[in-house]
């Protein structure tokens, strides 16, 4: 069966430093894979979209890389700061071309000041 | 205001009565989308629709009803709530069109069935 598991302990870190979240998935092919992040009492919110073509991607602070080899996605935001404390979920398309999404549980970030 | 809205925010509701959750979204987007969120489990799809008069089932779908009569409405009903059914529910909405893929989800409806 189709499965994403990202590591559901919550993550804690001091600020300044990186934190890295892990994606893995198992029986998808997916095209591209998403990342979101959701706090609390809120919808989760579009972070970065990374293709089966594209190694890794960044935009300001975060960077995510894909290996469809190992069939595992990392997350990384680097100087990490206490507003970055949230939820972070990862989402692959359940079937291609059809749009719907397969979350991950998530991760829970909290970042010590 | 545009963007995608959910109503009710919050909702109290008895076993057995049917409940419908609203979804509204501005930007015409041919998808939209309701999921679940519950402890454990994460976000898990109820159902999807890619256009109006178009849906289809997601993980779960047993215990709901959902119609889509026209492109920015994609109502979910409840028709007999249960209990195992208190939850989050967030709608969410994308584009059908290629390299578009961002899902944009409401505010989210937390839904208590006593």
């Known amino acids: 069966s189709q499965k994403i598991e990202q590591n559901s302990e919550a993550l804690n870190i001091q600020e300044g430093k990186t934190a890295t979240l892990t994606c893995n998935y198992t029986n998808y092919s997916p095209a591209y894979l998403q990342w979101y992040r959701q706090d609390p009492g809120r919808g989760p919110v579009f972070l970065l979209l990374i293709r089966e073509n594209e190694k890794e991607k960044r935009k300001e602070r975060l960077k995510v890389t894909f290996d469809t080899t190992l069939k595992q996605s990392l997350f990384h935001i680097t100087a990490s700061q206490p507003a970055d404390s949230a939820t972070y979920l990862c989402a692959l398309e359940k079937d291609t071309g059809r749009r719907a999404l397969t979350f991950g549980s998530g991760t829970r970030l909290q970042v010590q000041p | 205001d545009a963007g995608i809205t959910q109503s009710p925010r919050y909702k109290i509701t008895e076993t057995g009565r049917q409940v419908t959750l609203m979804c509204h979204q501005t930007?015409?987007?041919?998808?939209m989308f309701w999921y679940r969120q519950d402890l454990g489990h994460g976000l898990r799809l109820i159902y999807y629709s890619a256009a109006a008069d178009i849906t289809d089932k997601g993980e779960v779908p047993d215990g709901y009803v959902v119609s889509r009569s026209k492109t920015e409405n994609f109502p979910l009903t409840l028709e007999s709530a249960t209990r195992s059914q208190t939850s989050v529910y967030f709608c969410?909405?994308?584009?059908?069109?290629?390299?578009?893929?961002?899902?944009?989800f409401g505010p989210g409806t937390r839904l208590l069935v006593l």
């Open positions: 969410a909405s994308t584009w059908d069109k290629g390299n578009q893929e961002t899902q944009y």
């Open positions: 930007w015409s987007h041919s998808y």
